[in-house]
């Protein structure tokens, strides 16, 4: 059973850093492709980043130059590096694992607030 639990959330003064990690189970974590998505307070779920098992990213354009996705195959472990944040990026930031294109799993998700 697939198994993804993030970590690092919390409150943050605008301008400030924060490490998201999202520890995979159940997995061959290294042959999946790891996203991270975020839902704020009255909106929907968005993309926020990807990195495929090459280790190629990606980033939505909210976020590019600020954020920075990685990975740990050794540790089965994704991170996003929160860098310069703002409070429109105060959400609950998910990690989701994909197998190609097929969904593997969801993690529980871990709050962000970013104060002004």
Known sequence: QV??????GGLVQAGGSLRLSC???GIIFSTHNMDWYRQGPGK??????????AG?????ESVKGRFTISRDN???????QMNSLKPEDTAVY??????GA??????????VTVSS
Not at 3 to 8: A, F, K, R
Not at 56 to 60: K, L, P
Not at 94 to 99: E, F, N, S
């Open 3 to 8: 198994h993804l639990v993030e970590s690092g």
């Open 23 to 25: 520890v995979a189970s």
């Open 44 to 53: 929907q779920r968005e993309y926020v980043a990807l990195i495929t098992t």
């Open 56 to 60: 190629s990213t990606n980033y939505a």
């Open 74 to 80: 050794a540790k089965n472990t994704v991170y996003l």
């Open 94 to 99: 998910y990690c989701k694992a994909r197998l």
């Open 102 to 111: 097929v969904v593997r799993g969801w993690g529980q998700g871990t709050q």
